[in-house]
């Protein structure tokens, strides 16, 4: 079994930032491709960014591409999501996702490629 905890959300102002943390624990991860969700109210989860388990490959959904970074420290058993240039529209719960078993190259961008999910953590950004 493989638990997630997230943290790091809260309020920002327009134009600001924060950085999520997500830490894993259960087995190794870094072996876990790993990828950062949000819900807004009244819509559907939707993947924000995505990062293989190794060879650094990265993805971005185009509305936050250029202002938000995933990163991971496997020696910290942690993936992180930098937002900068934070919008009022970037205001969801944001949740962290790993799934284990796919090749080192993969990157994960749809909910059903992820077996484990952390609890979530509120991010709210005012205008």
């Known amino acids: 079994q493989v638990q997630l905890v997230e943290s790091g959300g809260g309020l920002a102002q327009a134009g600001g930032s924060l950085r999520l943390s997500c830490a894993a624990s259960?087995?190794?991860?870094?072996?876990?491709?790993m990828g950062w969700f949000r819900q807004a109210p009244g819509k559907g989860r939707e993947s924000v960014a995505a990062i293989s388990w190794g060879a650094g490959n990265t993805y971005y959904a185009d509305s936050v591409k250029g202002r938000f970074t995933i990163s991971r420290d496997n020696a910290k058993n942690t993936v992180y999501l930098q937002m900068n240039s934070l919008k009022p529209e970037d205001t969801a719960v944001y949740y962290c996702a790993a799934r284990m078993g796919v090749s080192f190259t993969v990157v994960l961008t749809t909910q059903g490629d992820y077996d484990y999910w952390g609890q979530g953590t509120q991010v709210t950004v005012s205008s």
């Open positions: 259960g087995r190794p991860f870094s072996n876990y491709a």
